[in-house]
């Protein structure tokens, strides 16, 4: 997992930031970083909503998707450190938020705009 200073995640942050300064549209970020919304409050970012990617949410966002099925069979055979199931889990998340949202932006980071 990556920290707030990771450079992918500083840029993922700074996308977030630009979206919503120059557009009419509400930005929410998803992350694994759990204080997120705090380092964007601390940088005087208010406009964003951060929603904190747990396993709790991650479960519900796949519930009643396509990836229902495929989502449980990963968590039962899930083993930890195993990166390539990682990036499928990724993608997954994109294409979750993308089923019940209507419109994702990828960046270096999850960018969701609503």
Request: net charge negative; glycine share 4%; charged share 15%.
């Amino acid at each position: 997992m990556f920290a707030m200073t990771h450079p992918q995640v500083l840029c993922a942050m700074e996308a977030a930031v630009g979206a919503a300064k120059y557009s009419n549209t509400r930005v929410v970020v998803y992350s694994e970083i759990a204080d997120a919304a705090q380092y964007l409050a601390t940088h005087g970012v208010h406009d964003i909503t951060v929603r904190h990617l747990s396993a709790d949410f991650i479960a519900q966002l796949m519930h009643d998707t396509p990836l229902e099925a495929w989502y449980n069979e990963y968590i039962e055979h899930l083993v930890v450190g195993w990166h390539e199931r990682r990036l499928h889990l990724s993608n997954a998340v994109r294409l979750a938020i993308l089923y019940h949202k209507g419109m994702v932006v990828p960046s270096l980071g999850l960018l969701m705009i609503e």
